[in-house]
């Protein structure tokens, strides 16, 4: 499991510790080191079955100055896809990547749903 996370998010810090408490292993990722690669985006958002739109980290500075609310839905998805590939931040975290399951974001019930078996 590869638990993709910006340090510094409360929200990253909560699903990593929630992580923790339930034993649960996995690869940590800092996402300003090692933004997701087209590829993985691409591979990740079909395997979802989440609209692209949840992907983005809607709350964050950089999608708020390009003024993604207003391009978002005139782009293709190939386009919104090799946009978050440019820029870690503007992909919605935390980011977990499992055999099974890509989740994004934190929910505890979520969680408890597709990571404790």
């Not at 408490?21 to 690869?27: A, C, K, P, V």
């Amino acid at each position: 499991m590869i638990f993709i996370e910006y340090p510094k998010c409360t929200t990253c810090q909560k699903a990593k510790k929630w992580l923790c408490d339930n034993g649960i292993t996995f690869e940590d990722r800092n996402i300003k080191e090692e933004n997701p690669t087209y590829e993985e985006l691409k591979a990740w958002y079909e395997k979802s079955g989440l609209p692209l739109k949840k992907f983005f980290n809607t709350s964050g500075l950089i999608y708020r100055s390009m003024n993604l609310k207003e391009k978002l839905p005139t782009m293709t998805e190939d386009e919104q896809l090799k946009l978050l590939a440019t820029e870690g931040m503007l992909v919605k975290r935390p980011l977990i990547v499992t055999d099974e399951h890509i989740i994004v974001g934190f929910r505890e019930k979520e969680y408890e749903e597709k990571l404790i078996k």
